[in-house]
């Protein structure tokens, strides 16, 4: 069961002595609504980066695959945020001809202090079929240079298709231009309502990572 296996990992972790390796700390509950809070405000670690908590029945055996019922990942509420779509590549297999894999992005002002886009993360799932199709047509009609099998959109204040997108944590990156990285962003919903020059400015997203 899990708690004797807890007890053998406990006993060996305390055996190594090393700081490179930890063990996940045990957060006690009195209740499902002082459960829901540690959920949202993970007590140790960077709460950016935290997906939630892990549930497991103290007498549940060790399973191979993703058994339903002893254990449950319960993830915190995403972020969200509103972005423009900047760039549009095709997908694979079924979405072979559609262009689904899209990379959008934020406002940032430069030196000058004028506003342009800069790309902050990829998704390619969160959408329905129809929704893939309206988007693919999007693209097709908005083209505005191809690089390969990628092509630009037109993306400026007056004009874009702005898109809510969803993500787990938030962390910084040296890779990035944007100097941001996303955990598991997915597109949460198309705001064909929303001017493109009203999406969310970078400046949003490092006030997460402060």
Not at 54 to 72: H, I
Not at 129 to 134: A, G, I, P, S, Y
């Amino acid at each position: 069961p899990f708690a004797e296996r807890r007890k053998r990992l406990e006993a060996f972790i305390a055996r190594l002595k090393s700081s490179r390796i930890d063990i996940s700390p045990l957060q006690p509950f009195d209740s499902w609504e002082e459960l829901a809070r540690l959920r949202a405000t993970p007590p140790e670690g960077d709460p950016q980066i935290a997906e939630g908590l892990m549930l497991k029945r103290w007498d549940s055996a060790y399973e191979a695959g993703r058994p339903k019922g002893p254990w449950f990942k319960w993830k915190r509420d995403p972020h969200l945020i509103d972005a423009v779509l900047m760039y549009a590549q095709r997908g694979h297999g079924k979405r072979s001809s559609f262009y689904s894999d899209y990379t959008f992005g934020v406002w940032r002002e430069d030196a000058n202090g004028d506003r342009a886009l800069t790309p902050v993360g990829k998704a390619y799932f969160g959408f329905t079929d129809e929704e893939l199709k309206q988007i693919d047509k999007f693209v097709r009609d908005n083209t505005v240079e191809r690089f390969g099998p990628v092509r630009s959109v037109r993306a400026d204040k007056d004009f874009g298709l702005v898109l809510e997108v969803a993500f787990e944590g938030l962390q910084r990156s040296t890779r990035h231009k944007s100097g941001v990285a996303m955990r598991f962003p997915r597109i949460n919903r198309i705001r064909w309502d929303k001017p493109a020059r009203e999406a969310d400015e970078l400046a949003t997203l490092e006030r997460m990572l402060d």
